[in-house]
């Protein structure tokens, strides 16, 4: 016969596993939106009742309107821009630069100061590239008092516009100078920089030498020509 402190313990369990569970009740969420709400006349349910146009494409946002005074007859032509801001700056364009200093932008625009107004600075020394670039050679009659005058043309290679030096290097002979001596190159594509070599034998015969040296110092860049004049 089992102990009775046993029978003690075993009675507590034995009710607690035979206890009803208790059972709670869960409120649909669809109760729990529309309540308080349905009783107002302007609410409704759903969504909105838009529906495309049948077999028909159509924009669902809201279209743009043109302003009351707008005329079709003065809008811009279909055409007009095609050429890109360039063709605006100039003046091929319904706007153009009115910013100051950049009514000419398509000649340079306005500069203030700049290699080009300063000249060659005092002592600028023309020192020639280890290749030349070229090579030019005329003919000048030693017995005219005027000498003789060589145009080199410079095509423009810079991505925009740039100042130049143009000097003759150390060991040049003195008969030989250059005109103009500094100014501003054109971007590329631009129009070409004309330099005109002047020699002055002074009466006297022979070969005359000297390396032209054209130099960009924004860009570090330079080009040199060996230059013969043939004196008779």
């Known amino acids: 016969m089992a102990p009775i402190s046993a029978i003690l313990i075993l009675l507590p369990l034995a009710a607690f596993s035979f206890a ?10 669809s109760a729990i939106l529309h309540a308080g709400v349905g009783d107002q006349g302007d609410v409704q349910f759903g969504g909105n009742t838009w529906k495309p146009d049948e077999g028909k494409m159509a924009a669902t946002d809201t279209p743009d309107f043109f302003p009351e005074d ?10 007009e821009g095609m050429g890109g801001s360039q063709s605006k700056m100039s003046g091929g364009g319904t706007g153009s630069a009115e910013l100051p200093g950049m009514e000419d932008f398509s000649k340079g ?27 030019f050679s005329f003919q000048v009659m030693s017995g005219s008092s005027k000498g003789g005058d060589f145009n080199i043309d410079i095509k423009p290679f810079c991505m925009g516009f740039e100042d130049f030096f143009a000097g003759w290097a150390e060991g040049s002979h003195p008969s030989l100078s250059i005109g103009p001596d500094h100014g501003r190159m054109d971007r590329r594509g ?21 390396t032209l ?7 570090n860049e330079k080009l040199s020509y060996k230059v013969t004049a043939n004196c008779v």
């Open 20 to 29: 009803p569970m208790p059972t709670f009740s869960r409120r649909s969420s």
């Open 70 to 79: 707008y005329d079709e007859n003065e809008a811009p032509d279909f055409t």
């Open 109 to 135: 625009g306005t500069v203030i100061g700049g290699y080009e107004e300063s000249g060659v600075p005092a002592g600028f020394e023309f020192k020639p590239s280890s290749v030349l670039d070229d090579e």
């Open 190 to 210: 631009g129009d070409i920089t004309t330099l005109t070599v002047h020699c002055n034998p002074q009466g006297k015969a022979g070969v005359f030498e000297g």
């Open 213 to 219: 040296v054209v130099v960009l110092p924004e860009e």
